[in-house]
């Protein structure tokens, strides 16, 4: 898996990720991939996330994920695996 953050990629299951609101001036988000796949529609990586909010739980979360459908290539990878 690349760490280039910005290139369109297959992200493995588990990897966290963060998707970069600064633009928006808005709070970036925090999240794991649930599941990546080669969209031919779109010629690129589309991913289910699995976000938490503004940042990652310890232990337990207090409340379930929401999952979103982004570009790969939006997302900024962090590098360790959720576990």
């Known amino acids: 898996?690349?760490?280039d953050n910005h290139q369109d990629r297959h992200?493995?299951?588990g990897t966290r990720v963060k998707l970069d609101h600064s633009e928006q001036h808005r709070q970036s988000e925090f999240?794991?991939?649930i599941?990546?796949?080669f969209d031919d529609e779109i010629q690129s990586?589309?991913?289910y996330v699995a976000f938490f909010g503004d940042q990652f739980p310890n232990g337990k979360p207090g409340s379930?994920?929401?999952v979103l459908r982004y570009a790969s290539k939006s997302?900024?990878?962090l590098?360790?695996?959720f576990s």
Do not use: I, K, N
């Open 79 to 81: 590098g360790e695996e």
């Open 75 to 77: 997302l900024v990878v």
């Open 64 to 66: 379930a994920p929401y």
């Open 11 to 13: 992200l493995t299951v």
């Open 45 to 47: 990586y589309d991913c």
């Open 31 to 33: 999240g794991v991939v």
């Open 35 to 37: 599941h990546c796949w």
């Open 1 to 3: 898996m690349s760490r």
